[in-house]
């Protein structure tokens, strides 16, 4: 699974649970997103997924990738033992500015 989120004025609770169908760690895959004034479209290997279309922000945000053990969410992600490695490999990341 992959979560989609964004914030508006300081506040989340955007947050989407999309099933890939696949083990993402088993290659690299292709993530993206178009943000406009009125909708945000989420991509996964050149395939829209998901769109949210309230509540969109209108100031310029960041783009973030990371690895999280979860912690204190152990209900929607079950508990991380702290042994097993996390690691994130990215082959490339790019902004394109409309």
Request: no cysteine; proline share 5%.
């Amino acid at each position: 699974k992959v979560q989609f989120n964004y914030y508006t004025n300081g506040q989340g609770n955007h947050e989407f649970m999309y099933d890939l169908g696949f083990d993402a760690s088993e290659g690299f895959h292709t993530y993206g997103f178009d943000w406009q004034p009125d909708h945000i479209t989420w991509y996964v290997d050149g395939k829209a997924v998901y769109t949210a279309n309230q509540n969109i922000p209108s100031t310029p945000g960041r783009i973030m990738m990371n690895t999280w053990p979860g912690t204190g969410v152990d209900e929607w992600l079950s508990h991380y033992d702290g042994r097993t490695p996390l690691e994130a490999h990215y082959q490339w990341v790019t902004f394109t500015k409309k």
